[in-house]
């Protein structure tokens, strides 16, 4: 995405609302931050426009999302549609845990197509309104679902190879940064999506530990190594 492009569109959208601009620091006074959906909205568009997905749409179903989209899966164009709500989540050094539950989860082919798929669908042999079961099943689960039944599912991103080796640099990172400020909820409004922090979630000595586990042990560790050795 070009980043010129996406600044002046934010810069476009501030000037044609200048009300979100004071909404943006209220919010972050009080470790909120408060994001418009036409800016997800925008976001969706550009993501569309790689081809994977079509007529991607983002509403509001406070406090959650409405997300549907129209994919092609074995030459049959079908329409997906779902209402996410984000329960919990607990993000530090060892998880990134979010629990969502999916209601309202539908499918729709697109079109007059017959295939395996579109039978699949129309006669409901396909019943997709209990997602975490249906992933539940499925022959091979992604890492990052720990857990997954009913309309529940519960991801882990720690467990994305990026992440998954404790000792990688991301995995320090995320340690240092979540012990002085972590992601504590996100949920929507009508017009926004609203992004809770907060802010040393396990106090002050915890934080001061884990920041010199991560980030100034190792950074003197590397310094060490570059200094010519004494014979």
């Known amino acids: 995405m070009d980043r010129r492009a996406l600044f002046d569109t ?7 609302h200048p009300f979100e601009a004071a909404r943006i620091v209220r919010s972050a006074l009080g470790l909120r931050l408060g994001l418009p959906l036409d800016a997800l909205r925008w976001l969706a568009e550009q993501a569309a426009k790689s081809g994977k997905v079509e007529d991607l749409e983002i509403e509001s179903a406070p406090p959650g999302f409405r997300i549907g989209a129209t994919l092609e899966q074995m030459k049959t164009k079908i329409r997906a549609t779902s209402t996410i709500y ?42 997709i309104s209990n997602p975490g079961t249906l992933v539940k099943h499925l022959p091979k689960i992604p890492p990052m679902v720990i857990e997954a039944e009913g309309k529940r599912i519960v991801l882990d991103l720690a467990k994305l190879p990026q992440l998954a080796d404790e000792r990688s640099r991301a995995r320090r990172a995320l340690g240092a940064i979540t012990s002085l400020i972590t992601l504590h909820a996100i949920e929507t409004d009508e017009g926004h999506v609203d992004v809770t922090f907060r802010a040393l979630p396990s106090g002050v000595v915890y934080a001061a530990k884990t920041v010199r586990k991560n980030v100034v042990t190792p950074a003197a560790k590397r310094a060490l190594k570059l200094l010519p050795r004494h014979r």
């Open 10 to 16: 934010a810069a476009r959208y501030l000037r044609s």
């Open 86 to 127: 984000i329960e919990r989540m607990r993000i530090n050094e060892t998880e990134m845990r979010i629990e969502l539950r999916l209601e309202d989860t539908r499918l729709r082919v697109v079109g007059g197509e017959e295939s395996p798929v579109a039978f699949l669908v129309r006669s409901g042999a396909l019943d």
